[in-house]
């Protein structure tokens, strides 16, 4: 873009910029929207710089299409957002109960492991490694790990066992 081209360009945004945001602000029923709405819309016009139009009318209408896309844009998203948590409200509305003592169970048994094997436990478990890859997390060769972690099973079958809890 050309010196001349990209001073024209912000002085188009800058000639538009306070009636875009009123034009966001009549239109968004959160206020600060309107500001990252605003935003969005400067930077989908500066994507597409090269197209900006030759006469200063024009360019007021082109950026309120670019604006009007925009908006339209987030309309779309915030129907989907609402639409998922709806769906989400209605999955743990008609969802079984989970049975928190047995969850508290289990957490309290994994917090009473030493802290070598609780960390294996954790990230494989809650994180999602592999123990190929929490052992080079944690700094240790892979046999020591398997090692370990068989060990914390070994310790948590136990903890967990029908006659540990009742004793």
Known sequence: MTPEHTAEFRGALRQAADDLLAYFERRVSIRDDAADLLG???????????????????????????????????RRSARRRTALAGRVRQQLATSNEPDHAEADAVR?????LGSAQRDLVLLVHWDGFSIV??????????????GRYAAARDALRTALSPTAAST
């Open 133 to 146: 890859e929490a052992a080079e997390i944690l700094g240790l060769n892979p046999s020591t790990a398997r």
């Open 40 to 74: 969005e819309t400067m930077l989908q016009a500066w994507r597409r710089a090269g197209d900006l139009p030759p006469t200063a009318e024009r360019r007021r209408m082109w950026l309120f299409t670019i604006a009007a896309n925009v908006l339209g844009n987030h």
């Open 108 to 112: 309290d048994a994994v917090l009473r």
